[in-house]
């Protein structure tokens, strides 16, 4: 079992920052990817960024360039690094794990909105 917390959502302008963290418990070594997605309203969840045991990281096309994640072993914590946001980045970012045994595991979410 494993428990995800997201944090650090908020309400920006247009071009400024946020840094999103999850922080993860429980059976954490059976953890091999880590991805953030989000939901915008009416829209699907889709996959912004992953990164996987290996240290491997992949990006959706949209924010590659402006987003960038990382992890924190010590802490179990990973982070998703955003920088000149953009009113369509506005949604709820959700950190998912994915366990070695394909077991899937879903934080709460956090919200963030970016206004023109």
């Known amino acids: 079992q494993v428990q995800l917390v997201e944090s650090g959502g908020g309400l920006v302008q247009a071009g400024g920052s946020l840094r999103l963290s999850c922080a993860a418990s429980?059976?954490?070594?059976?953890?091999?990817?880590i991805g953030w997605y989000r939901q915008a309203p009416g829209k699907q969840r889709e996959l912004v960024a992953a990164?996987?045991?290996?240290?491997?990281?992949n990006y959706a096309d949209s924010v590659k360039g402006r987003f960038a994640i990382s992890r924190d072993n010590a802490k179990k914590t990973v982070y998703l690094q955003m920088i000149s946001l953009k009113p369509e980045d506005t949604a709820v970012y959700y950190c998912?794990?994915?366990?070695?045994?394909?077991?899937?595991?879903w934080g709460q979410g956090t919200q963030v909105t970016v206004s023109s």
């Open positions: 990164i996987s045991s290996d240290g491997s990281t």
């Open positions: 998912n794990a994915d366990s070695f045994s394909q077991s899937r595991y």
């Open positions: 429980g059976s954490t070594a059976t953890i091999n990817v």
